[in-house]
T-cell receptor, first 114, second 115 residues
């Protein structure tokens, strides 16, 4: 069966520090991968998605970037964190197909920028 | 652009009572619709999905949802709520674009169950 991992589970970082969050998927090949951010009372906002190695689409201009160095690895990064980057970050994957697919979510990373 | 509205931020029901969570969407074509549930501090779990066909879809944990095109709605229902159903519920509409399936989520409905 497929599983999705995220780490770390929680992170407290000072403003201006770098960030690296990692997401890996097991049990599937060639998945589509997604990064979401969830802020209190605002639902989930899609940040990035990837349909293959090195292929990243950004949904919202911001202080973050994403990379996909391997087929089942998705990394969210920042060079200098802002207070507004605090939130709950969720990684998700879906099968690569022409439309009818749903997303499976990881357990999330709680980021607090102080 | 597609959008999803969940008009109820909080809902409280008694255990054993029926439940209906509202969801309205805006999308130009036939929508792909989803309901997810999130327990505190956890990721999201898929409850059910609609792509086409029968407008009444069954999901896990005894949930069902009905797609009504004329009302642009996809409301979630459960005939008898259990205390373990307390969680946050998200409705989402999916769009297939550029090889990726992108989901647009509503802001969620927080469900509290009174014993």
């Amino acid at each position: 069966s497929q599983t999705i991992h995220q780490w770390p589970a929680t992170l407290v970082q000072p403003v201006g520090s770098p960030l690296s969050l990692e997401c890996t998927v097991e049990g599937t090949s060639n998945p589509n991968l997604y990064w979401y951010r969830q802020a209190a009372g605002r639902g989930l906002q899609l940040l990035f998605y990837s349909v293959g190695i090195g292929q990243i689409s950004s949904e919202v201009p911001q202080n973050l970037s994403a990379s996909r160095p391997q087929d089942r690895q998705f990394i969210l990064s920042s060079k200098k964190l802002l207070l507004s980057d605090s939130g709950f970050y969720l990684c998700a994957w879906s099968v690569r197909t022409s439309g009818r697919a749903w997303q499976y979510f990881g357990p999330g990373t709680r980021l607090t920028v102080t | 652009a597609q959008s999803v509205t969940q008009p109820d931020i909080h809902i409280t029901v008694s255990e054993g009572a029926s439940l209906e969570l509202r969801c309205n969407y805006s999308y130009g074509a036939t929508p792909y619709l989803f309901w997810y549930v999130q327990s505190p501090g956890q990721g999201l779990q898929l409850l059910l999905k609609y792509f086409s066909g029968d407008t009444l879809v069954q999901g896990i944990k005894g949930f069902e949802a009905e797609f009504k095109r004329s009302q642009s709605s996809f409301n979630l229902r459960k005939p008898s709520v259990h205390w373990s159903d307390a969680a946050e519920y998200f409705c989402a509409v999916g769009e297939f674009t550029g090889g990726g399936n992108k989901l647009t989520f509503g802001t969620g409905t927080q469900l509290k169950v009174e014993l």
